[in-house]
């Protein structure tokens, strides 16, 4: 089972910027979509951003402008640049690797954004 490790987030006011990290013993890893994931208290867990091996991406209407998916295949390494960051971005979130046999998710991380 693949384990995906996710750092970077932590607590930060609002308007302030975190960029999370997501590395993984993934073979091929360029080979796969990516993507991050947030789940905040008593929501569904939801998209935030996709990228495609391609390098397409795409993005969820609310962090749009601000978000920034990238990867470096050579790490083996997903990254979520988050700018202008609000409260009500605080969420666990989590990195996925959509591999062929089915989605490797990490444990998450806590990003919390103060008022």
């Known amino acids: 089972q693949v384990q995906l490790v996710e750092s970077g987030g932590g607590l930060v006011q609002a308007g302030g910027s975190l960029r999370l990290s997501c590395a993984g013993p993934?073979?091929?890893?360029?080979?796969?979509?990516k993507g991050w994931y947030r789940q905040a208290p008593g929501k569904q867990r939801e998209l935030v951003a996709r990228?495609?091996?391609?390098?397409?991406?795409n993005y969820a209407e609310s962090v749009k402008g601000r978000f920034a998916i990238s990867r470096d295949n050579a790490k083996n390494t997903v990254y979520l640049q988050m700018n202008s960051l609000k409260p009500e971005d605080t969420a666990v979130y989590y990195c996925?690797?959509?591999?062929?046999?089915?989605?490797?998710w990490g444990q998450g991380t806590q990003v919390t954004v103060s008022s």
């Open positions: 993934v073979s091929s890893f360029s080979s796969y979509t």
């Open positions: 990228i495609t091996s391609g390098g397409t991406t």
């Open positions: 996925a690797v959509e591999l062929f046999s089915g989605t490797a």
